[in-house]
Nanobody, 118 residues
Framework: QVQLVESGGGLVQPGGSLKLSCGAS????????MGWYRQTPGKERDLVAE?????????VYADSVKGRFTISGAGARNTMYLQMNSLKSEDTAVYYC??????????WGQGTLVTVSS
């Protein structure tokens, strides 16, 4: 059994920064990918950023966050972070972390709310 727990959400003013964290508890796991998604009411959950492990490790970002957000993580420690800078009101959403792991498929965290408002 693997569980993901996010933290770091909250209220921030436009132009500010937040850092989200996601930790995995449970059995040791082999990761294929780990990433962050976000969702606003009435809309689908969209990819924000993801690290994909393989022969080479690659990071992908949504166009809307390129240059402002940075995903990082250590697959061996099953932890990941999302550094969010220059936040805008349109970044307001519930942010979810997700992993794809051998034997577990996709596992989601419970979500953490980020509100960007003055």
């Amino acid at each position: 059994q693997v569980q993901l727990v996010e933290s770091g959400g909250g209220l921030v003013q436009p132009g500010g920064s937040l850092k989200l964290s996601c930790g995995a508890s449970g059995s040791a796991i082999m990761l294929y990918a780990m990433g962050w998604y976000r969702q606003t009411p009435g809309k689908e959950r969209d990819l924000v950023a993801e690290i994909r492990f393989g022969i080479s490790t690659t990071s992908v970002y949504a166009d809307s966050v390129k240059g402002r957000f940075t995903i990082s993580g250590a697959g061996a420690r099953n932890t990941m972070y999302l550094q969010m800078n220059s936040l805008k009101s349109e970044d307001t959403a519930v942010y979810y972390c997700k992993i794809r792991a051998l034997g577990y498929g996709e596992v989601w965290g419970q979500g953490t709310l980020v509100t960007v408002s003055s």
